[in-house]
């Protein structure tokens, strides 16, 4: 049985540079830097200190508020450098390698035959903890408050994201032993959602409430989805897991081993072939990108993660721990004649003023980084709402967020948005205001204020 | 490419310098900046606040032409010259004599109220940091369309100094304001100069120098110019057709009078989203409903022709749109996204409100038969509230779903 969520409110962004549907095992990288900024809220304390051997899956580090959340080593190696900031704050974490991989065995877990606790131990034992996280604010899960809910998207709809149907095929078993220890969790449902028009791995799973998405971006994003279907009231908490991880969870909870491999898709109009790559989380992104169509010192921006939402790494830089997508783009720092006044055919508009975007709906653009204008405070309205689907009104929250009145944000729906459901406002916005790190501050604040 | 390279390292040069944002001001014009994304999504759409400026400027392009013409027209057509035009395309109308009158008088009020108000712009841009905002571009534009032909200069200089700074820079410039800076300096020059704002002598080029001249003793004709708005309200019939009106080959403010071609923009404002088509067609809806109120009232009897309202209130309904500054307003004022309502639902009550008011001034003030500037900036200061309460309905919604979960 499924329910159908249609979308109307949103913009699909039509990129070049979309991943062929092949797969090709990526060169090993020699290195491996996990960052602690990957884990939004997370204070590192080391549990290895430099120089040590570690073994795939074994703790490097936990939180400093809640010991009993691990982060783990995605391969065995030695760890050859802690990088630090100013006041000795960790920002990463190097790894090399070994030659021949070795893993820290935790054993074949029955998920049918444990209680919620016991499988709530192994995960955060495991490191599996990290793939967790909670609305409200967008941060790892508080293992300690049991969701209402947990909310599994396997369905993209984010420009050039990886097809989850596609890298997640024959992955059924992992999934399913996901699913299935994420549910003693909960006392609610687990909802997962597939694209309409999907066949996606996902789509059979038992222990689920399967739920099928259509229409434009962000209908993929998981906050949409949460908004439509049971949204998170104040005093309430929903986890929600990404589809990818899930398969990593599942092979931990089925031979033991926590393997960080990934399907990632490269993509972006700067790839000359873009396609799919087997990698392993924190691994470098240059054993990637060279080989297949950047070029080398070329003024390009690669971001870990998809345009709206990635981060922008260094061509020395490592894939984040939760993207499956690295996309590498022009960067657009050149200035432009009249770029303000003259006609435009070959950006995307969200009006018509002398802009022909709206001609040509299913045209393939080549966006670079430019912001298209300086910042300015808010001015137009209304656009916003054009591709922000959730019963709440974006402009009022933002601003709410930007003169930090609390009571103000949990009215408008705080506890329901995080960063990347305004992406597409973002997107639009003629102001050119930073909304998603606006929201990442008010939800920081909120953090502070309220817990 | 030398121009771009010179002014890069010319910018480079002023970068934290006082100078910086008036230098910037320049350069964006001429090149859309070499700005990269810092933070979040890493592409953005290619509109920026100037292409939207740009887009309401060129909306009122047509109008200005026309009201460079009208005033011509006007002049010669006061004195006796020329014959009345007879139909939109008429040479009596779009001749040079009409154009050079036009130009003569219009044209400095263009330069002054842009000079004065990007001045002073540029000003608060130095003075407090923070990049030369392109609110002004529309401002300036839309200032000396809404005014009549013989302002002085230094009349409209001083407004627009005093809207500029006290309408807008004083709540922190463009998208701060409460209230609509090209209205703030209209209703100043009304206020402070109220003979040179209304009556029948100052829609026409040269009548008040003709009224000196008479009081001097010379003796040539008097001008009259009265707007169809004025004899109405004095209850005289007025000496123009539906057509005039609608072409605008009436006398006005300068470019007020062509609701043929304000209905163009409007088509062009809302085909392109810059305008809200929800203000607008709420705004005409609200002085529709008000006009068929009046038109009701005296078709059951009760005014009395010797009424002083009568004229104005027995005006077919849907001639409100038609005459006077309304149609100019509904479509380039009310649609003002910063001083209007930003929530949809609240851009329908705002709208309806400015339309009905608006109507319901004209009528009932003879002494000043123009309400929709008065309207609008009413409705600016509502507007605030009436979003206030559409935010809380979503807000309600949002507490009774947690009430029916925690019952």
Redesign the interface.
């Given at each position: 049985m499924s329910n159908d969520i249609k979308i109307k409110k949103g913009l699909d962004?039509k990129?070049k540079g979309e991943a062929e549907k092949t797969t090709e095992k990526a060169v090993l990288s020699n290195f491996y830097t996990l960052r602690p900024e990957d884990f939004h809220g997370v204070i590192p304390k080391l549990i290895l200190k430099e120089g040590a051997k570690v073994q795939a899956g074994e703790p490097i580090f936990y939180d400093k508020s809640n010991e009993a959340v691990k982060f783990v080593s995605p391969v065995s190696g030695e760890i050859i450098e802690i990088q630090r900031a100013e006041k000795r704050r960790i920002v990463g974490i190097k790894i090399q390698a070994d030659k021949e991989q070795s893993y820290q065995d935790y054993g074949q877990f029955n998920v049918d035959a444990v209680d919620a606790e016991t499988v709530k131990a192994h995960l955060l034992a495991t490191g599996c903890w990290a793939f967790i996280k909670q609305r409200p604010y967008d941060i790892i899960a508080k293992p300690d408050r049991a969701p209402k809910a947990i909310f599994i998207s396997a369905y993209a709809s984010a420009p050039l994201a990886a097809d989850l149907d596609y890298v997640l095929q024959g992955k059924e078993a992992e999934l399913q032993a996901a699913v299935t220890a994420l549910s003693k969790l909960t006392e609610g449902k687990v909802h997962v959602s597939i694209g309409s028009k999907s066949n996606s791995p996902l789509a059979g799973l038992s222990n689920i409430t399967l739920h099928k998405v259509s229409g434009p971006h962000p209908s993929g994003n998981v906050g949409t989805q949460i908004n439509k279907i049971d949204?998170v009231?104040?005093?309430?908490v929903v986890w929600t897991v990404a589809a990818q991880d899930l398969v990593i969870i599942g092979e931990l909870l089925l031979t033991g081993k926590f393997n960080a491999e990934r399907i990632v898709a490269l993509v972006g109009s700067s790839v000359k072939k873009p396609r799919y790559f087997v990698t392993k989380i924190a691994s470098e992104v240059s054993t990637m990108v060279y080989d297949n169509g950047v070029e080398q010192n070329s003024n390009d921006?690669i971001?870990s993660g998809n345009?709206?939402?990635?981060k922008?790494v260094k061509p020395d830089g490592y894939l984040d721990y939760y993207s499956n997508t690295i996309?590498v783009?022009p960067?657009?720092?050149?200035?432009?004649?009249?770029?303000?006044?003259k006609p435009?055919f070959d950006?995307?508009?969200?009006?018509?003023?002398?802009?022909f975007?709206w001609l040509t709906p299913n045209k393939k653009y080549d966006?670079?980084?430019?912001?298209?204008?300086?910042?300015?405070?808010?001015?137009?309205?209304?656009?916003y709402?054009e591709v922000f689907p959730f019963?709440?009104?974006p402009?009022?929250i933002l601003k709410a967020c930007l003169y930090q009145d609390l009571d103000e944000m949990e009215?408008?729906?705080m506890y329901e948005v995080a960063?990347e459901d305004?992406?597409?406002t973002?997107?639009?916005?003629?102001?050119?205001q930073?909304?998603?790190?606006i929201i990442r501050k008010g939800l920081d604040v909120m953090i502070k204020e309220i817990g | 490419m030398g121009l771009?390279s010179n002014?890069?390292s010319l910018k480079e040069k002023y970068r934290g310098t006082k100078m910086a944002p008036a230098f910037?001001a320049l350069h964006?014009?001429?090149?859309?900046?070499?700005?990269?994304?810092?933070?979040?999504?890493?592409?953005?759409?290619?509109?920026?606040?100037?292409?939207?400026m740009?887009?309401v400027i060129m909306a009122l392009v047509p109008c200005l032409i026309f009201g460079m013409f009208n005033a011509g027209y006007q002049h010669h057509l006061a004195l006796g010259e020329i014959g009345r035009a007879d139909g939109f395309f008429s040479a009596i109308f779009w001749s040079w004599d009409n154009l050079v009158i036009g130009l003569w008088k219009v044209l400095p009020l263009v330069i002054v109220s842009y000079g004065v108000g990007l001045a002073i712009e540029f000003l608060f841009a130095v003075i407090k940091g923070h990049?030369v905002?392109?609110?002004y571009l529309v401002t300036g534009m839309l200032v000396p369309l809404i005014v009549p032909i013989d302002t002085p200069l230094w009349m409209l200089g001083v407004a627009v100094a005093f809207g500029v700074v006290i309408g807008k820079e004083v709540f922190?410039?463009?998208?701060?304001n409460i209230l609509n800076p090209a209205l703030t300096i209209r209703a100043f020059l009304f206020f402070a100069y109220p003979t040179w704002m209304s009556g029948d002598k100052v829609w026409v080029h040269g009548a008040v120098a003709r009224d000196k001249a008479i009081a001097a003793g010379q003796n040539v004709d008097a001008i009259s110019g009265e707007t169809v708005l004025g004899s109405l309200a004095q209850n005289h019939e007025p000496s123009y057709s539906v057509a005039e009106m609608f072409f605008g080959m009436i006398p006005g403010s300068v470019g007020e009078t062509s609701t043929m071609l304000i209905l163009l923009g409007a088509l062009f404002l809302i085909?392109?989203?810059?305008g809200?088509w929800?203000i607008i067609v709420s705004t005409v809806a609200g002085a529709l409903t008000m006009g068929l109120i009046f038109n009701f009232v005296v078709a059951q009897g009760w005014i009395s022709e010797s009424s002083k309202f009568f004229g104005l209130m027995n005006t077919t309904w849907w001639h409100h749109l038609l005459i006077g500054g309304f149609a100019f307003g509904a479509v380039y004022m009310a649609t003002d996204?910063?001083t209007?309502?930003?929530?949809?639902i609240g851009?329908w009550y705002y709208g309806f409100f400015i339309g009905f008011i608006s109507i319901l001034i004209r009528v009932f003030n003879p002494a000043y038969p123009e309400g929709v500037m008065l309207a609008i900036l009413l409705m600016n200061v509502f507007a605030p509230t009436i979003?206030h309460y559409v935010?809380q309905g979503?807000?309600k919604?949002?507490?009774k779903?947690?009430k029916v979960?925690t019952a």
């Open positions: 962004i990129l949204p009231n104040k005093g309430e921006r971001i345009v709206l939402t990635g922008h996309t783009i960067e657009g720092d050149d200035y432009e004649f009249f770029g303000w006044n435009v950006k995307i508009s969200s009006s018509r003023a002398l802009t975007s966006l670079d980084t430019n912001t298209n204008g300086e910042h300015r405070n808010f001015v137009l309205t209304g656009n709402e019963d709440i009104y402009m009022q009215a408008l729906g960063p305004f992406a597409l973002e997107f639009v916005c003629v102001s050119k930073p909304h998603q790190q | 771009k002014l890069h910037n964006t014009f001429l090149y859309a900046p070499n700005e990269t994304t810092h933070s979040g999504s890493h592409i953005r759409v290619v509109d920026d606040l100037k292409r939207t740009n887009t990049e905002e392109e609110g922190g410039g463009t998208g701060m085909f392109t989203k810059i809200s929800r996204p910063v209007g309502s930003q929530t949809n851009k979003d935010v979503n807000v919604k949002r507490m779903r947690l979960k």
